[in-house]
């Protein structure tokens, strides 16, 4: 119901400008495009507000502490970037005084998108390495040891069923990328699988 109000709203707005848009006598009056730019900014700062809002109370649900921290990252990063297209907007930050503002504006406008879904995409893995690590309890490193993996490489193992980059597993051991690949390179000698898919699914069909 409500992505239903929420969209009749945003297109009863386009249409209703749409219809009274025009120039010279004909055009919109004062009173219409103070209610117009009074309804516009409400509804977008409402969205944004919103969406930060509900990130934020999604992540206090949460009970993975990275994942939580992820999420609440994506929300902040949404916020801070549209406050600063506003503020470049409305003169806070003095944008007019270099040359070829406009474009500086509009790269702003776009380019404050791509931090978003930088974080928005380190929350996916993370919740992705989360429930992985629910629904495949075989990585977990008891379950490898009698294929002849040490204690280091079957941890690494459950962190590769979780979705860890190799730069993440080095993060998250603390090893440097060189012995990360060391490992793995023996996993897959020692489990006779070349790849991450393969070694996926060789522990999923694990008996």
């Known amino acids: 119901m409500f992505p239903f109000l ?3 709203l945003w297109s009863g707005l386009l ?3 749409a219809l009274n848009a025009g120039g010279g006598p004909s055009g919109p009056n004062r009173t219409f495009l103070a209610f117009y730019y009074i309804s516009f900014f409400l509804l977008k700062t409402g969205t944004v507000l919103g969406v930060t809002g509900y990130l934020l109370c999604a992540a ?3 009970d993975d502490a990275k994942e ?11 916020l801070a970037g549209f406050l600063l297209f506003q503020m470049s907007v409305g003169g806070q930050v003095p944008l007019r005084l270099l040359p070829a503002h406009d474009y500086f504006l509009a790269l702003i406008q776009i380019g404050y ?7 928005l995409g380190f929350y996916a893995r993370r919740r992705a390495a989360v429930r992985a690590g629910v629904l495949y309890p075989a990585a977990a490193p008891g379950g490898l040891l009698e294929f002849g993996l040490s204690p280091r490489e079957t941890e690494i193992t459950g962190l590769v069923m979780r979705g860890f980059s190799n730069k993440e597993i080095e993060h998250e051991l603390f090893i440097s990328l060189e012995t990360v690949k060391k490992h793995l390179s023996s996993i897959y000698r ?11 699914l060789f522990i999923q069909n694990k008996p």
């Open 6 to 8: 929420y969209g009749a």
């Open 15 to 17: 249409i209703v400008f």
């Open 60 to 62: 206090r649900k949460l």
């Open 68 to 78: 939580k921290r992820s999420l609440r990252s994506v929300a902040w990063t949404y």
């Open 113 to 119: 998108h791509f931090p978003v879904l930088a974080a």
């Open 190 to 200: 020692k489990l006779d699988v070349k790849n991450r898919l393969q070694l996926s």
